[in-house]
């Protein structure tokens, strides 16, 4: 899609949406939401869903892909890497990865390849469309769905040829260039598209003692490809393919929380994976068979100086300190995903029932090889490999009771085997069966308004933490089962030109698991336990509005109250980390001059806990961000700022001694301290783009 033509959506949305009539769904809501069994648009969609469109995208593309995620209610992220990396939704997901081999909280696709093992690889140039399932999706994704989904969907091939350049500068020596093209490749029959896309940055931290500034850098490197081939009338096999090449630096953290790190021994937060998708979707009379085989392999290295210091600093200090840590790990995911879907004509139980029936199978691989030489002679590398089998079979019926009512119930029943072994002669197995699945109701009051509520039941297997210091029977967690139910409103106003989502929900989780950590002396431990019960409720809103074919007013807001209901004495009762009381997103698009259009909007959250091993807390914050973009002809030239006011925050917090410095009450030093790792400082920059 051509920029100028994004450009002037709100436009053609006030055009579209201020229609009288409601005879054409697509035409009153264009946007598609694909990341269930079925299509629907966006206002048919009976779950809590956010779609971050192309419109909102295509300009963001050298920012953080989980930044710009962030942005919607209810979904928060942590670093302690060189950027994001890390998803919670509604306080479910985890906020880092060490020696603990880990199955994710929240899945993330792209272009139908699994990537929620490697988050750091989610880039967003070229891509069309990003959604957020919040809730957990037993269903559709068993496993890897316990708090929700992110699914990036890339723009895909079309008959026409048409490409889009791209060029950013900004501060923090920051430069981006990327190109995409597509088009018909065989005529009738063979349709391509192809992107690359280079971003670098020197990144915000000051490094005084190596006397550089690019020790936080960024330097990535995404290229995907995609083939359609039209076999028959029926038949459509689809080819995607991506490889990831992420050198970034990691030198986040400082003895003072300040841009300036004293690091001698900066690490790295470096991803290469290459990934394919291969899709067959072959139509019968009356149903479709979609077939899906996906394969990825990925070599990361995650290290950091341990002591934030050099060799000297703190000489004259009765236990000076000197560390690095460095984990490799070596990870290969392959799965296979068959499934029956009916169309119209299919329907079953006298023509009112809409069904699926899929089996998957998913097989991941993981090698661990951690490197951590110290000063004072210990031996603490360590090494780990780490196997889970899983497969499921699944089914939805979605039954028509009348031209309004619809019942929808799912279900999916999966068995996991998992075997790890270590260096430390540790052997374990795991193996389980899991239930999944929901039931729900939607009603279609009238071609503006569908309320609906479901009952959705979730699940994240056990697993082993590997933590020498961790006794047998903590060595080993148990599976998670999340209860939830949710009721909402999409509807429309005012003849369209206002529309809203809003979603209450309640959750129980039973078996909960926490991530904790254990400090001794030097050695960082973090482990995996796991609470009795759990709950949390809340609730999120999404209104879009266009009083007049020039201005688009937009808000998302997201409330969260969660808890521990049942655990250790000290937690009881408490919010579990990454769980602030409320998130919001509030702006507007204004179009004036026929060329120009300016972009505003401010996003923030209330304060949330660090972790679940200490009291410490993020401060709440706002982030101001801005843009002037103009168009001529097929040019698009964008001036941007983010985090106008230079708010500085935190997106990671640890509580512990690593300052050798004596100081009352801890003569030999060490005194615990909370240490932050920054968000992102005022950026701005300029973004050139060409569309063909």
């Known amino acids: 899609m051509k920029t100028k033509i994004l450009t002037g959506s709100i436009i053609a949305s006030y055009a579209l949406l201020g229609t009288p009539a409601f005879a054409e769904e697509v035409t009153l809501d264009p946007v598609v939401v694909s990341a269930d069994f079925r299509e629907q648009n966006l206002s048919r969609v009976s779950n809590s869903v956010t779609v971050i469109g192309e419109e909102d995208i295509y300009d963001k593309a050298s920012q ?124 009738d029959t063979l349709l391509g598209r192809f992107s690359i896309y280079k971003n670098t940055s020197d990144g915000y931290m000051k490094n005084s003692y190596l006397g550089r500034d690019d020790t936080q850098n960024i330097d990535e490197l995404t290229a995907k490809g995609q083939l359609r081939w039209m076999a028959s009338e029926n038949h459509t096999i689809d080819l995607n393919a991506i490889h990831v090449n992420i050198d970034n630096g990691y030198d986040a953290f400082t003895l003072d929380n300040s841009w300036d790190s004293h690091s001698d021994q900066p690490g790295q937060d470096t991803q290469k994976t290459n990934a394919f998708a291969l ?83 998913k097989k991941f691989e993981e090698a661990l090889d951690r490197y951590r030489p110290t000063d004072y002679g210990a031996e603490l590398n360590f090494d780990s490999n780490y196997e889970s089998r899983n497969i499921a079979l699944y089914t939805q019926l979605d039954t028509h009771i009348d031209d309004q009512l619809t019942l929808v119930t799912g279900l999916r029943v999966e068995d996991w085997k998992a075997e790890y072994s270590d260096s430390h002669d540790v052997i374990i197995d795991n193996d389980e069966e899991m239930v999944g699945g929901k039931i729900g109701l939607n009603y279609q009051y009238d071609n503006t308004t569908l309320l609906f509520a479901n009952l959705s039941k979730g699940y994240k297997p056990g697993g082993v933490n590997p933590g020498s210091t961790l006794s047998m029977e903590d060595k080993t967690f148990a599976t998670e089962t999340l209860w939830n139910l949710e009721t909402g409103v999409n509807s429309s106003h005012f003849d369209n030109t206002l529309k809203s989502r809003l979603n209450l929900f309640y959750g129980k989780r039973k078996d909960m698991q926490v991530e904790l950590y254990d400090v001794d002396g030097h ?168 569309d063909f």
């Not at 995620?69 to 985890?94: C, F, H, M, W």
């Not at 269903?139 to 079309?158: D, I, K, M």
């Not at 007049?548 to 655990?567: I, P, Q, R, W």
């Open 64 to 187: 953080s892909f989980i930044e710009v995620l962030a942005a919607t209610p209810n979904v928060n992220y942590s670093a302690g890497a060189s950027k994001a990396k890390y998803i919670q939704i509604r306080g479910i997901g985890e906020r880092s990865q060490y020696e603990t081999p880990i199955n994710p909280s929240v899945g993330l696709m792209i272009d139908g390849i699994d990537f929620s093992y490697a988050a750091l690889g989610a880039t967003l140039f070229d891509v069309n469309q990003v959604e957020v399932l919040k809730g957990p999706q037993g269903t559709t994704f068993g496993a890897n769905g316990l708090a929700g989904v992110v699914s990036l969907q890339s723009n895909e091939p079309t008959k026409e040829t048409e490409g889009h350049i791209e060029a950013t500068v900004g501060n923090y020596n920051t430069k981006a260039l990327g190109a995409a093209v597509g088009g018909t490749l065989i005529e």
């Open 279 to 361: 899709k067959s979707t072959y139509e019968f009379d009356k149903m479709k068979l979609i077939s899906k085989l996906s394969h990825s392999t990925s070599d990361m290295t995650y290290s950091y100086d341990e002591d934030w210091s050099y060799l000297g600093e703190f000489a004259s200090t009765p236990w000076p300190y000197m560390g690095f840590d460095e984990y490799n790990r070596e990870q290969k995911l392959t799965d296979i995903d068959i499934r029956l879907v009916s169309d119209e004509d299919g329907r079953i139980f006298g023509g009112r029932t809409d069904w699926t029936i899929g089996a998957y199978a």
């Open 523 to 690: 050695s960082f431990t973090d482990y995996l336990s796991n609470a009795a019960e759990g709950s949390y409720y809340g609730l999120e809103s999404q209104l879009d509005f266009y009083p007049n074919d020039s201005l688009y007013l937009y808000s998302s807001v997201g409330l969260l109250k969660s808890e521990f209901d049942e655990y250790s004495p000290e937690l009881e009762g408490r919010a579990p980390a990454q769980s602030p009381k409320y998130q919001y997103n509030i702006g507007l698009h204004y179009m004036f001059a026929e060329a120009w259009t300016f972009k505003t909007n401010v996003e923030g959250k209330g304060s949330y806990y660090f972790s679940n091993t200490h009291d410490q807390k993020s401060n709440s914050y706002a982030l101001f961000n801005s843009s002037l973009e103009y168009i001529n002809g097929n040019f698009t030239t964008t001036l941007w700022a983010r985090n106008i006011t230079d708010k500085e925050y935190a997106v990671r917090g640890f509580y512990w001694g690593n300052n050798p410095t004596p100081t009352p009450g801890y003569p030999d030093g060490y005194e615990p301290e909370l240490y932050t790792q920054k968000g992102t400082p005022r950026t701005f920059g300029l973004t050139v783009s060409y």
